[in-house]
Nanobody, 124 residues
């Protein structure tokens, strides 16, 4: 059974940095491209970042480009997303996802497996 378990969410403030992790099990991790998506209340789930199976390609949404980094450790089966200079609009539930299809990394429908999500809430 495939499991993707996210961690690292919580309460954040303007300017903070965030480090989200996703631990994968039940699949051959090195064969999967990994993505992060987020969903704010009342909104659709949106692409945030993705990384190819061997880390030779990384992709970012415009909303986080330049202030975020996605990375992975195939030996540990983990993928990490760091976002710096957090803004109120970064408030959302963040989801980790896995796919074998590299050409669909930017779309929700392109992924085969999803985690349960970790919530990031902005504190004023």
């Amino acid at each position: 059974q495939v499991q993707l378990i996210e961690s690292g969410g919580g309460l954040v403030q303007a300017g903070d940095s965030l480090r989200l992790s996703c631990a994968a099990s039940g699949l051959t991790f090195r064969n999967y491209h990994m993505g992060w998506f987020r969903q704010a209340p009342g909104n659709q789930r949106k692409f945030v970042a993705a990384i190819s199976d061997n880390s030779d390609g990384t992709y970012y949404a415009e909303a986080v480009k330049g202030r975020s980094t996605i990375s992975r450790d195939n030996a540990k089966g983990t993928v990490t997303l760091q976002i710096h200079s957090l803004k109120p609009e970064d408030t959302a539930t963040y989801y980790c996802a896995a796919t074998t299809r590299r050409w669909t990394l930017l779309v929700v429908s392109g992924y085969d497996y999803w985690g349960q999500g970790t919530q990031v809430t902005f504190s004023s």
